[in-house]
């Protein structure tokens, strides 16, 4: 594989670290989309490679909680301050 290939791979795998810090610090609006987005761009990252009854097994169980985050944070309702 060629250096951009792999990196492209990094920054794909890392985004998963990235989102448990991006989501303290990022405001409710934007932490929903980029949820959202990240999601589902590493579904297709799990989708598109691999092979083995092994890869099938992991992309499975990853696909299935990406597909949570996704549904949870599209179910987002703002955080309201008691008085």
Same mark, same amino acid.
Not at 2 to 10: D, E, H, K, R, W
Not at 38 to 50: A, D, F, M
């Given at each position: 594989?060629?250096?951009?290939?792999?990196? &492209?791979?990094? $920054? @794909?795998?890392?985004?998963? %670290?990235?989102?448990?810090?991006?989501?303290?610090?990022?405001? =409710?609006? #934007?932490?929903?989309? &980029?949820?959202? $987005? @990240?999601?589902?761009?590493? %579904?297709?990252?799990?989708?598109?490679?691999?092979?083995?009854? =092994?890869? #099938?097994?992991?992309?499975?169980?990853?696909?299935?909680?990406?597909?949570? %985050?996704?549904?949870?944070?599209?179910?987002?309702?703002?955080?309201?301050?008691?008085?």
């Amino acid at each position: 594989m060629s250096p951009g290939v792999l990196l &492209v791979g990094a $920054i @794909i795998m890392e985004t998963g %670290i990235a989102m448990i810090i991006l989501s303290w610090v990022l405001p =409710y609006k #934007a932490n929903r989309w &980029v949820n959202i $987005i @990240i999601g589902t761009i590493n %579904i297709l990252y799990v989708v598109s490679g691999g092979h083995g009854l =092994y890869y #099938a097994f992991f992309a499975t169980v990853e696909v299935a909680c990406m597909l949570l %985050i996704i549904w949870f944070a599209w179910k987002w309702k703002p955080v309201v301050e008691p008085i």
